[in-house]
């Protein structure tokens, strides 16, 4: 689930996410990364790298992503997810249009390696995509310039947020250039940040 970026938002909301296979019920967000200020954006991508163990989750579960999120709160997301019950990381697409809401796990990844996950504006087709590894695993009609993210998702305060290490991590400005990001990263308690500087940079915690 996104980071929303309405006036309105508060730390902690509730979501309710349909998986494929299987439904999960959160009572909770907590993130950590960058959120990029306005709605002028084209892409962002990141090189995320999974810890060299698996994080405590207790009943829970995380996740690691970049995303859009459009005016009326509909978005496309790709990254990693690791749920209570999984035997590793999981590569997904997932997407929210019109209020529906769609996740396909694609595929595994591994510890202790990096994929470059990206979502970005195609004016061929006029659709916002989403990569993992360079390939394109879906898309969806989202409109021009959106917000744009990059964070690590936890969905109670007592699980282990990997950690996540991001690297090179950029976003495609209003004029199509891919651009290193410039906005520096935050973390909600309990979790943490540390950065080498705002376009790489390590989440962690409790």
Known sequence: MVKKTTAA???????????????????ASWYAGVTKPGTTYLGMYAYIKTPTSYPSLGNNGESAWVSNITSTDDWIQTGIRYYSGYSGFRTYIEHTYNG????????????????????????ADGRWHGYIGGYDKGSWNLGTYNNVQANAES???????????????????????WTVNDTAPTAQSPYWVS????????????
């Open 9 to 27: 938002l508060f730390s902690l909301f509730f979501v309710f996410v349909l998986s494929t296979g299987a439904s999960y019920t959160h009572a």
């Open 100 to 123: 529906i809401h769609g996740l396909d796990e694609v595929g595994t990844h591994l510890l202790d390696t990096s994929i470059q996950y990206t979502v970005q504006y195609e004016g």
């Open 155 to 177: 969905h109670a305060t007592n699980t282990q947020l990997g950690p996540f290490r991001f690297t090179s991590v950029s976003y495609k400005n209003s004029s199509g250039i």
């Open 195 to 206: 950065k080498t500087n705002n376009a790489n940079f390590r989440v962690y915690g409790p």
